[in-house]
């Protein structure tokens, strides 16, 4: 016997009984000047080189400050800080510290002795620049305690404006039992000088006298003195340690210290970055930025701010001109340093409005035919004219089509094009049409263009088996096997004998292999061996 597959829908399958067919300080300072060659290492500087601190009471300690000073081209790492010495250390040195060029940090050397007698010391401070080993040597002198004691024993002033003073005050007392005399005030170093102290001065138990010491540097940099109190009688002196630091006012510094906006187009903006330094010795408080003239804006300056000496703060200026011609402005930067209105002067220059055109091609762009559930392509392109156009988003007014191949914002040289790819996904059959609309600096923003598709529905398919009947005896019908792909067991599809010799199977999928076998059977329900297998490829979506 045979059978025959016909068509069903778009499918045609021919079937034959065995045949298939198909604390710590830290400060900046100016740059070198010009026609001074800057190292282009590191290099550390101390100021002062050595420290003496004169007379200390056995027992107790004075403090002087100690500045290191990255004087090279290049930044250095302090590593370590060694002290030698008896009763010598240091206080308010955190380790390592980086220093930039011309940038300086402070700390305090101090001098506890415990017994009497002179003391020598040193301070070694490793670092990477080109002094690898910086020495600073220490002197003291420890005697014992006297009747006149000091309190405080050292002053530390910090940095203090040259030609303005600081003062602190300080107290002596006579812990002894008699009477003692105050006969001289000797200040070794200058900068420092007392107020209030009227020599001789005779003490009795336990009185005491309270005067202020001054600190008025003349000069920038450094200095140490000591105060040496002379008793009557006495060959040794109460010495009382002093430090400070003459610095320059806070001063502010422009950079550029005028901006120049040129050839802006109308409806245009263009931004530059100003930087403003504080270039002196203390700090200095920015409390307000004004900005004036016609199209001028500042942005990403908060105030107040406070710049430590050094320490410079960057904001954004923004020329946004609405006509074309030339404009003047100016920045006024408020603070409470020595300049305490920095202007920075401001010009810019607009030109009529050029601004290209934006074309997309083809105006209407056809997918074509589409199987609903699947999806298509079409190309399509942006075209610029005239000038420039940047193009900043697309908008699709159909969810079954989608614009890939751009990234936004994509700008777009006149006479240059960028391409695109239209996708078509049906969820339907039938006709779709939508527009996309692209978003661009062009003067006849947004250009459009019309998308169109076709779902059609998927083809439904089926397989019609015909073969040639049996010529054994008492045949009463056939059965119908099916396998699907080349392995496995076959399996009867026909719910009940067929009695003609064709079979329709329409529970088919898109894609898949089949493979069908038949069988005659008789009045006593017995079959016959199977035909030969034949197969039947559906069509993939």
């Known amino acids: 016997m045979g059978r025959l597959p016909t068509r069903s829908n778009a499918l045609v399958v021919i079937l034959a009984l065995g045949t298939m067919v198909g604390c710590q300080g830290f400060s900046s300072s100016k740059p070198a000047s010009q026609g001074t060659q800057t190292p282009v290492t590191g290099t550390l500087n101390a100021a002062p080189t050595s420290i003496t601190f004169g007379n200390v009471q056995v027992g107790t300690s004075q403090a002087q400050s100690e500045i290191l000073s990255n ?102 007392k006579n812990s002894g039992a008699t009477n003692l005399t105050i006969s001289q005030a000797t200040f070794i170093g200058t900068g420092f000088s007392d107020t209030g102290l009227t020599l001789p001065l005779t003490l009795a138990p336990n009185q005491s006298t309270t005067f202020a010491v001054v600190f008025a540097p003349t000069a ?33 510094t422009a950079t550029p210290a005028t901006l120049s906006f040129t050839g802006v187009q109308v409806g245009k903006t263009q931004a530059q970055t100003e930087t403003v330094q504080n270039t002196g010795g203390l700090n200095a408080t920015i409390s307000q930025g004004t900005v004036s003239g016609t199209g001028f804006s500042v942005s990403g300056l908060s105030t107040p701010v406070t710049l430590t000496p050094g320490q410079s703060t960057t904001f954004t200026l923004t020329f946004a001109p609405q006509s074309s011609g030339s404009f003047k402005g100016s920045v006024a930067i408020a603070s409470n340093a020595s300049n305490t209105n920095l202007a920075i002067s401001l010009s810019g220059s607009a030109t009529g409005s050029t601004q290209g055109q934006l074309s997309v091609s083809p105006t209407t762009i056809g997918v074509g035919n589409v199987t609903v559930g699947t999806s298509g392509t079409q190309t399509g392109s942006l075209n610029a004219t005239g000038a420039s156009v940047t193009v900043t988003g697309v908008t699709v007014g159909s969810s079954e089509f989608a614009i890939s191949g751009l990234t936004f914002p994509v700008t777009i040289p006149s006479g240059q094009s960028a391409g695109f790819t239209v996708t078509f996904t049906p969820q339907s059959s039938g006709l779709a049409s939508t527009s996309a609309s692209f978003t661009s600096s062009a003067t006849n923003s947004p250009g459009a263009a019309t998308l169109t598709g076709t779902g059609v529905a998927a083809p439904a398919y089926s397989v019609s088996l015909t073969w040639v009947a049996s010529t054994s005896q008492n045949i009463v019908g056939y059965n119908v096997y099916r396998r699907i792909g080349t392995t496995g067991s076959f399996t009867q599809i026909n719910p009940v004998v067929n009695s003609t010799t064709a079979y329709t199977d329409s529970s088919v999928t898109d894609g898949q292999t089949y493979y069908y076998e038949t069988t005659a059977v008789n009045s006593s329900n017995e079959e016959s061996a199977p035909s030969t297998a034949v197969s039947a490829k559906i069509p993939a979506p």
Not at 81 to 110: D, E, K, W
């Open 71 to 172: 004087t090279g081209g290049n930044t250095l790492t302090i590593s370590q800080v060694a002290v030698t010495g008896a009763g010598f250390s240091t206080a308010g040195l955190s380790l390592p510290v980086t220093l930039s060029p011309g940038q300086s940090m402070s700390f305090n050397v101090v001098f506890s002795p415990q017994s009497a007698g002179s003391a020598t010391g040193n301070l070694a401070v490793t670092n990477d620049g080109s002094n690898s080993l910086l020495n600073i040597a220490l002197t003291g002198t420890a005697v014992v305690a006297g009747s006149l004691t000091a309190s405080p024993t050292s002053f530390t002033f910090g940095s203090v404006q040259v030609n303005t003073s600081q003062t602190q005050t300080e107290t002596l």
């Open 220 to 252: 920038v940099g450094a200095a140490n003195s000591i105060l040496s109190i002379t008793v009557s009688g006495s060959t040794t002196t109460v010495d009382i340690a002093l430090s400070g630091a003459g610095v320059t006012p806070a001063t502010l």
